[in-house]
DNA sequence: CGAGCGTTTGATCGGTGTCAAGGATCGTGG
DNA sequence: CCACGATCCTTGACACCGATCAAACGCTCG
């Protein structure tokens, strides 16, 4: 609590991996120790580009960022919402070539951490490699909650759904409140995330808004009844593991 | 080579984990002494039911399995194809709950692993640790690759790339030809995994028969024109990463 | 004030779902 | 060896959700 330097860039990432798993002292000291180049992105610019060869993992230290993937006839479809704490490119910075294209939504900046330091880091302290894994887990958890949304959920409930999950990791992140927040993404950001036309999702938050599940203006959405659009979205928190450090605790 | 007990059951997971990175004799030898416990699981049935606590990563030594949600209107979405050699629970051995079934679709061997010998050997053993991991990047990779397919392909193109993938995958788990295998799935399968309706499958593969991409009898798949199916599926393997070995060689 | 982007709305089209019935295949038991 | 039931596949007619096309409106920021 002297006065060194600024609060270190990685304050974010640690709370987020301390949702993972708890920390000693050394354990959250080497996290915020890690070596960190921190830059500044742009809106619209893109953090990484899909063929890209990256040995640098992304934390995300504000701001959002999307994952996309343009298909064939030119169509895209986002698979992530990134937000502060997030790890970006766990998976290509390892793995070694970026799959996909990550795109800022507003200015953001973006902690660059070496590979090969998350990696060192990983295998000598148990407890931090375990709660990256862990963060590769819940990854994949929500991956697997999208593709049901997608495949199985009409127009208001895929829209419902995602609604639901923005509050909530909004608000987990400290980042608002889940019954009141200001949306990071267009109406053709949302559609490219529940993958429909942006037309119609103009619609459908319409049919929400008057069906009493939402109330909005340009941008912020307020829940107004935090059961009724829960059970519209057919959602259920739990695969977006947040709590599941009092196992550890 | 002597005359010890049965072929080691976990043959086919050190082949898989040996795709994601090269072993040293200690590390795969610590691979196939695993304590492991195998038992038969009937088409079908469940390997795991959701909201069951595992404690055990389940390997599956022998048939097919799958991955399903079932959303709230009860219809079902596919998440997940496994086959020999896969992980078909590592996050949830390691979250400790499941958050989906894994269900049989004809008669299976799994072999049950401890959680604790896996994490141990883990971080023991880097190699084998950051093989595991890669894993679970791989699977993320395709669950990114299947919400792009539901979310902005059409019916004809996302049957075309599963129909690709699955053809890969078999032949790369050494269980066939990508040009012609046997389908693991019933079209209500393909159907779930797609986002579609049977009847609709059932529509589309006949359209895919007739424009040339593939030639089918029951349950048989052949592929006429790899370079067609693969164009009228925008596939391209490289989500698989199943050459990424010779990086590490 | 104008340009650019995002939102809103209407009219129409088309891909896929739904419903329903019949046909094929396969394992099982008589 | 055949009959049976279960499961899966196939096909047709029709309905509907969401896509497409087009245009106007409203912010916001130079």
């Given at each position: 609590m002297d006065a060194q330097t600024s609060p270190p860039p990685l304050l974010s990432l640690l709370g987020k991996l301390?949702?993972?798993?708890?920390?000693?002292?050394?354990?959250?000291?080497?996290?915020?120790?890690?070596?960190?180049?921190?830059?500044?992105?742009r809106a619209r610019k893109h953090v990484l580009r899909r063929g890209g060869r990256s040995d640098h993992t992304c934390v995300l230290l504000s701001g959002f960022a999307i994952r996309e993937k343009i298909v064939a006839d030119g169509s895209r479809s986002i698979t992530a919402i990134y937000m502060r704490g997030d790890l970006i490119n766990l998976h290509n910075s390892m793995v070694g070539i970026a799959d996909h294209s990550v795109q800022a939504l507003n200015d953001c900046t973006v902690g660059f951490v070496p590979r090969e330091a998350i990696k060192k880091l990983a295998f000598d302290l148990p407890s931090v490699?375990?709660?990256?894994?862990?963060?590769?887990?819940?990854?994949?958890?929500?991956?697997?909650?999208?593709?049901?949304?997608?495949?199985?959920r009409k127009a208001r409930a895929r829209l419902a759904h995602l609604l639901c999950e923005l509050g909530v990791r909004l608000?987990?992140?400290?980042?608002?409140?889940?019954?009141?927040?200001?949306?990071?993404?267009?109406?053709?950001?949302?559609?490219?995330c529940v993958g429909l036309t942006p037309v119609h999702v103009n619609r459908t938050l319409k049919e929400l808004a008057l069906s009493g599940d939402i109330t909005r203006t340009t941008r912020e959405v307020a829940i107004a009844d935090w059961g009724k659009i829960r059970e519209t979205g057919d959602f259920d928190e739990e695969y977006l593991h947040l709590r599941d450090q009092s196992a550890f605790a």
């Open positions: 301390r949702q993972r798993g708890s920390f000693n002292v050394l354990e959250r000291d080497s996290v915020l120790a890690l070596p960190c180049t921190v830059e500044t992105v490699g375990m709660a990256l894994w862990y963060d590769s887990f819940i990854d994949a958890s929500i991956y697997r909650e999208w593709i049901a949304n997608i495949a199985r608000e987990a992140a400290g980042l608002g409140n889940k019954l009141s927040y200001q949306l990071p993404l267009s109406q053709e950001h949302l559609a490219d």
